[in-house]
């Protein structure tokens, strides 16, 4: 892996964290036990993981730009 692709996963990670932050705040604290904003989070990652895949063999999208979105993205 080159510094491209670091840098890539690292402003992916930031991006995805910020929007994981900004849901939690905008479906505010619930009086159940189970935590919505972190499972709607999880469902929207894997929703955007499964679109990426599939997407990437008819785009070819570049390794890096992947890695970006898939490890940063909805890893952060």
Known sequence: MNTLTFAGIFIGGGLGSVLRFSLSLLMGKSNFSLPWATLSANVLSC??????????ESLQLSNSLRLMILTGFCGG
Not at 47 to 56: N, P, Y
């Open 47 to 56: 929703i955007i993981m499964v679109l990426v895949m599939k997407l990437s």
